[in-house]
């Protein structure tokens, strides 16, 4: 079933902060997802714990957040993307990621193989 792209919007957002939740232990202060083209773009603010806002505060412990952060979405890749796959009905081709230590924000994009189907929102013409 094709839905509005705001639905699908929403649903990554509330997939991602479970995710989030069962495998960091807490989720985002924020949780934005986009739908561009053959794209789906999260960001995410208020992601650091209180441990990593500690940690931040050297170049080395910076360098191990960046670390973990990066490991924890390799590792769980094939569930990202069967999450997104679910939602958007796309194969993923390309996942990325990267948190800002300084901002304590994570941008991940899932890089997918073709446009997401969506229907038009209520109210709003399809260009």
């Given at each position: 079933?094709t839905?509005?792209?705001?639905?699908?919007?929403?649903?990554?957002?509330q997939?991602?902060?479970?995710?989030?939740?069962?495998?960091?232990?807490r989720?985002p202060?924020?949780?934005?997802?986009?739908?561009v083209?053959?794209?789906?773009?999260?960001r995410?603010r208020g992601?650091?714990?209180?441990?990593?806002i500690?940690l931040a505060?050297?170049?080395e412990?910076?360098?191990?957040?960046?670390q973990?952060?990066?490991?924890l979405?390799?590792n769980?890749?094939?569930?990202?993307?069967?999450m997104?796959?679910g939602?958007?009905g796309?194969?993923?081709?390309?996942?990325?990621?990267?948190?800002?230590?300084s901002?304590?924000?994570?941008?991940?994009?899932?890089?997918?193989?073709?446009?997401?189907?969506?229907?038009?929102?209520?109210?709003?013409?399809?260009l």
């Amino acid at each position: 079933m094709t839905k509005t792209k705001g639905q699908i919007e929403a649903e990554i957002s509330q997939a991602i902060l479970k995710f989030e939740k069962e495998h960091i232990g807490r989720g985002p202060e924020e949780i934005r997802t986009f739908v561009v083209s053959d794209m789906i773009v999260v960001r995410e603010r208020g992601v650091l714990t209180p441990a990593e806002i500690h940690l931040a505060t050297t170049s080395e412990g910076k360098e191990l957040i960046k670390q973990f952060r990066a490991c924890l979405v390799e590792n769980s890749r094939m569930l990202l993307s069967s999450m997104v796959r679910g939602i958007t009905g796309r194969e993923i081709v390309a996942l990325h990621s990267d948190v800002c230590t300084s901002s304590g924000q994570r941008v991940l994009v899932f890089c997918l193989d073709g446009d997401v189907e969506v229907l038009p929102e209520r109210g709003k013409k399809q260009l």
